[in-house]
Structure formats: C-alpha cells, structure tokens
C-alpha cells in the first residue's frame, strides 16, 4: 500500500552506492530531489541518472561530488559543468534504447524518482508531461517515490499508472516547469522557410525544441493533414492542431492521434495536452522506434547540429572532446524518416556560430562525436538553402554543402578539404 508523507522522510530510503533514476524534462520532480540533496551529509557515492532535466539540480553541485556522481543519457545545461566537475558521466544511447538498460537490468536501479497527476477515482495517475524511459523505471526500481501535483496535466498514452506502483507518495502543488522561446530571428525564418519548402501536404512530423523548428510551423499554416510523430513538441504546434492543419488522418501509426514522449513549453501547452485524448504520451523506445517510424507516409525529421563536414558528417552531441548533449533521438528519427515512403531526413542549422565561425567544416574537431553518420544524410539546411547529399559522391557533397556556406568560408572550406585530400595521397 502506498505511503503518503514528506519528501524528507520518503528521501531516506535512499542508501549509499544507490542507482536513482529521475523523470525528465520538464517533469523533473526536483521537491524530491532537493530533499534527495538535503541528505548529502549522509550518503556516498549516489548514482542520479537520467535525460535531461528542467529545473534546478541540486545533486549536481560539485561541492557534493563524494555523495552523488550524475550519469546523464542527455546532458541538460543544470549539469553540463558536472563532466568537467568530475561530478558527472554521460552514458552514449540512443533515446529509443534508453529503456533496454533498466528492461535488461544492464543499469540497475534501486530507486525511481517521478512526477505525476493526482489519482483519479480509480487509482490511477499520469506522467504527465514526460513519459521516456520512466515506465522501465518504476518497473524495474527497487522502490518508487512519486511527487504527486494536481498542476501535472493528466496525458492519454502509455503513462497512466495505478498507485499500487508507487511505494512513497509525497504531495506538492507547483508550476510545471516552462520553456518560453526567444523571438525568431531574421536567420532562423529563413531557415524555417527552406525547411518548410521540403514538407508536402499529408506529412508526418518530427521536430525538436528551439526556433527553427518554431520558424518551420510558422510557414505550414496552409498545409493540408499533416501529422505529428515526434520525440517532443511544444507550441509551435498547437495552433497549427487548433487551425485544422495538423490531423494526423494520414499517419501510418496511431492515425488521428499526436505522438510524443516527452513536452516541454509553456503553460498553455500543459493546459492544451490536459485530458486531451488528440495528444498521446508515449515510451521512448515505441515514439522513437525506427521500424515504427518508417511506416508513417512523408515522414519528415527536423534535427539540428553542432556542426557538419563537408562530407555530410554530422556532429551534435559535443563540441570536440566537449560534452554539450547527447545522441538522443536523432538517428531513429534520422533513419526512421529515411526509410518511410516519400520521407525526408533533415539537418538545419545555422551557418555560422555566435563569434562568426562557420558551421559546416572541411574536418570535424578532434573528439567530436558523430551522431549522424555520412552515409544516412540527405538534407542539410542553412540560411542559405538546402542541401541535398543523398546518393552524391564526396566531391559532389562539397559542391552543395560550399552553396549553402557562409560566403565569408566558402573558398577556405573547398581548398582546406582537397588540399588535405592532395597531401593524403
């Protein structure tokens, strides 16, 4: 029977050399792990795994490094200085495999730390906002504690749970955590407008958080019956739902219905997905399965870079031997777009960094790590237009990707690669 109390007391569960693993995103139930990080004084040597997270983490600090080392699948910015810390790891997966690890006890977990709605009349509560890898979690953990938030919206899909799973239950009342996009800038409506160029009526979606993908849905408002099948979405879509434009009438799986495995935006987003039977939450290891994902007609991927080779290697998880992210679900949905029927594979980025450098490389940094590999690439999307790499030979791939280059880099980007080609032979 499950136990109602404080987070302090639920927390003490936790013992040293313990594995914890924390919901994600915006779901991230951090009155737990506050009172998880209360406790440093006690413990040593506390694995907190998880994807990224929303919200401050405390565990995180490194002051606390001989209580608790954070493994992270996706590296968020609240723990991205643990890797240099020596406070955190990342762990390399896929976001479509992520579950395999608790499923096939590869990673053991003692404890599972989650966020979810109240129970309705019949016991059972929602995930909410976050689903991932959190159902493996709570099935295989020792003991679950769940932060229970009448804020959380209840969500249809996989992440309906009974509080029979739940061990410890500790009651809050709080704001999801929001994230509220920058105005798009004059660069990214470009961009979004090549993007939108590529996407034909009766598409399947998939896009990730920021402004360029918020800049693509700006354009598709006379788009006809397209669907949505994504690792994530946040406001960009609602309108477009709403507007009648994405239906999901001619998605392969769960037609007539919105897929994701995690959200994260603003207010209005949560209040959108609440009870709403269009939208459907599920694990990552089905939303992100590239088998499920190529049976969607005029699937359309939308993923981002650190930076591109001029051979179509695409780096987009670290900066040289610098951990930024993660693999995450790139590649299945690079590859699961790739394979659907009319589908297209998409990497759109801006041309240049901040300081002006540029973006598309004649080699990638030392240490970078390559998450989309040459050989699945087909589109690549700059400012200053598109790409398309698939089926052209690596000279041919230099000749498109110089075209949608920086002006300023095009003619050391071109002599850099053959004259390192020359000095090869």
Same mark, same amino acid.
């Given at each position: 029977?499950?136990?109602?109390?404080?987070?302090?007391?639920?927390?003490?569960?936790?013992?040293?050399?313990? #594995?914890?693993?924390?919901?994600?995103?915006?779901?991230?139930?951090?009155?737990?792990?506050?009172?998880?990080?209360?406790?440093?004084?006690?413990?040593?040597?506390?694995?907190?795994?998880?994807?990224?997270?929303?919200?401050?983490?405390?565990?995180?600090?490194?002051?606390?490094?001989?209580?608790?080392?954070?493994?992270?699948?996706?590296?968020?910015?609240?723990?991205?200085?643990?890797?240099?810390?020596?406070?955190?790891?990342?762990?390399?997966?896929?976001?479509?495999?992520?579950?395999?690890?608790?499923? #096939?006890?590869?990673?053991?977990?003692?404890?599972?730390?989650?966020?979810?709605?109240?129970?309705?009349?019949?016991?059972?509560?929602?995930?909410?906002?976050?689903?991932?890898?959190?159902?493996?979690?709570?099935?295989?953990?020792?003991?679950?504690?769940?932060?229970?938030?009448?804020?959380?919206?209840?969500?249809?899909?996989?992440?309906?749970?009974?509080?029979?799973?739940?061990?410890?239950?500790?009651?809050?009342?709080?704001?999801?955590?929001?994230?509220?996009?920058?105005?798009?800038?004059?660069?990214?409506?470009?961009?979004?407008?090549?993007?939108?160029?590529?996407?034909?009526?009766?598409?399947?979606?998939?896009?990730?958080?920021?402004?360029?993908?918020?800049?693509?849905?700006?354009?598709?408002?006379?788009?006809?019956?397209?669907?949505?099948?994504?690792?994530?979405?946040?406001?960009?879509?609602?309108?477009?739902?709403?507007?009648?434009?994405?239906?999901?009438?001619?998605?392969?799986?769960?037609?007539?219905?919105?897929?994701?495995?995690?959200?994260?935006?603003?207010?209005?987003?949560?209040?959108?997905?609440?009870?709403?039977?269009?939208?459907?939450? #599920?694990?990552?290891?089905?939303?992100?399965?590239?088998?499920?994902?190529?049976?969607?007609?005029?699937?359309?991927?939308?993923?981002?870079?650190?930076?591109?080779?001029?051979?179509?290697?695409?780096?987009?998880?670290?900066?040289?031997?610098?951990?930024?992210?993660?693999?995450?679900?790139?590649?299945?949905?690079?590859?699961?777009?790739?394979?659907?029927?009319?589908?297209?594979?998409?990497?759109?980025?801006?041309?240049?960094?901040?300081?002006?450098?540029? #973006?598309?490389?004649?080699?990638?940094?030392?240490?970078?790590?390559?998450?989309?590999?040459?050989?699945?690439?087909?589109?690549?999307?700059?400012?200053?237009?598109?790409?398309?790499?698939?089926?052209?030979?690596?000279?041919?791939?230099?000749?498109?990707?110089?075209?949608?280059?920086?002006?300023?880099?095009?003619?050391?980007?071109?002599?850099?690669?053959?004259?390192?080609?020359?000095?090869?032979?």
């Amino acid at each position: 029977m499950s136990l109602y109390t404080t987070a302090d007391e639920a927390l003490k569960i936790v013992k040293s050399n313990n #594995r914890v693993y924390v919901q994600a995103a915006a779901a991230a139930p951090t009155v737990l792990t506050k009172a998880l990080a209360k406790r440093a004084s006690e413990l040593r040597n506390v694995e907190v795994c998880h994807l990224h997270t929303e919200g401050e983490a405390a565990y995180a600090n490194p002051e606390l490094r001989d209580s608790f080392h954070v493994n992270s699948f996706f590296i968020g910015k609240n723990v991205r200085h643990t890797l240099k810390a020596g406070n955190g790891s990342y762990t390399p997966v896929f976001l479509s495999e992520l579950p395999l690890l608790f499923d #096939r006890n590869i990673l053991n977990l003692d404890v599972a730390l989650i966020h979810v709605s109240p129970p309705d009349k019949h016991g059972y509560c929602s995930l909410g906002v976050s689903v991932e890898a959190t159902l493996s979690a709570i099935n295989k953990a020792k003991h679950v504690i769940a932060q229970i938030n009448p804020q959380m919206p209840r969500t249809h899909g996989d992440g309906i749970i009974h509080i029979s799973k739940i061990d410890t239950l500790v009651e809050v009342d709080c704001p999801i955590y929001e994230h509220n996009n920058p105005p798009i800038t004059e660069q990214e409506d470009k961009i979004g407008g090549y993007v939108a160029e590529l996407i034909d009526d009766r598409s399947t979606l998939q896009m990730g958080i920021g402004s360029i993908p918020n800049a693509a849905l700006t354009k598709l408002i006379n788009h006809k019956d397209l669907g949505l099948h994504t690792e994530m979405f946040s406001d960009g879509v609602i309108e477009l739902v709403e507007k009648g434009v994405i239906t999901g009438k001619y998605k392969g799986v769960n037609p007539g219905r919105a897929m994701a495995t995690f959200l994260v935006g603003s207010k209005k987003l949560y209040d959108f997905v609440d009870d709403n039977p269009f939208v459907e939450m #599920r694990a990552s290891n089905f939303v992100n399965d590239a088998a499920r994902i190529k049976k969607n007609p005029k699937m359309v991927a939308i993923n981002s870079a650190v930076e591109v080779d001029i051979t179509g290697q695409v780096c987009a998880d670290s900066i040289g031997f610098s951990m930024y992210s993660g693999v995450g679900g790139q590649m299945d949905f690079i590859r699961g777009a790739s394979l659907s029927q009319g589908g297209k594979a998409i990497i759109a980025l801006p041309s240049v960094t901040k300081n002006g450098a540029s #973006r598309i490389v004649p080699f990638l940094k030392q240490g970078a790590g390559v998450v989309t590999t040459r050989a699945h690439i087909h589109y690549i999307i700059t400012e200053y237009g598109i790409a398309y790499l698939y089926g052209k030979t690596l000279r041919d791939r230099v000749k498109e990707l110089v075209k949608i280059t920086h002006p300023d880099h095009r003619e050391f980007l071109e002599k850099s690669y053959f004259e390192a080609l020359k000095n090869s032979k």
